[in-house]
């Protein structure tokens, strides 16, 4: 009896330490660079519980099988928008402003793989309920340029 009591108590405690593991929600996307070999693998990540403000990252990345992949320009736009009825937003960075509800941030690197932006949103309005975090990234390399965007929702 005490075997099968330890055994349903273990049991439990790994149910709630992966739920506990879930701690954002992703998006990735990717497209090949014509004539390299590379592809462009675009992400998005955010917080999925939050009481007040919620991390962001997203990334554009080059790669060829699995090494980094150095182009001549990668840039990354990141998108994040407050869902809700009267949602608002503030960004950190603050991003360039699109709505009441929604900002966006750009960075672009040369002669690199990889182009990231994090940040902090902070969501606001009477019935706010989500936030959703969008990556647009290109890269471009002799003349040869692709994209790619993923959205993480929740």
């Keep these: 009896m005490k075997r099968a009591l330890l055994a349903t108590?273990?049991?439990?405690?790994?149910?709630?330490?992966?739920?506990?593991?879930?701690?954002?929600?992703?998006?990735?996307?990717?497209t090949s660079l014509p004539g390299t070999g590379a592809k462009i693998q675009v992400n998005a990540w955010h917080c999925n519980v939050y009481?007040?403000?919620?991390?962001?990252k997203t990334s554009t990345k080059?790669?060829?099988?699995?090494?980094?992949?150095?182009?001549?320009?990668?840039?990354?736009?990141?998108?994040?928008?407050?869902?809700?009825?009267?949602?608002?937003?503030?960004?950190?960075?603050?991003?360039?402003?699109?709505?009441e509800d929604t900002r966006r941030v750009s960075w672009t690197n040369k002669n690199t793989w990889i182009a990231d932006i994090s940040g902090?949103?902070?969501p606001g309005g009477s019935l706010n309920t989500s936030i959703t975090t969008c990556s647009d990234g290109g890269a471009f390399k002799s003349g040869v340029k692709a994209f790619a965007s993923a959205c993480a929702n929740d």
């Design 9 to 30: 108590a273990f049991a439990g405690c790994l149910v709630v330490g992966a739920a506990g593991a879930t701690v954002a929600v992703s998006d990735t996307g990717t």
């Design 51 to 56: 009481a007040d403000k919620c991390s962001f």
């Design 120 to 122: 902090i949103a902070d």
């Design 62 to 99: 080059t790669v060829k099988g699995s090494a980094r992949y150095r182009v001549s320009k990668i840039s990354n736009t990141a998108t994040v928008k407050a869902n809700g009825w009267q949602a608002t937003l503030s960004l950190s960075p603050s991003g360039t402003y699109v709505s």
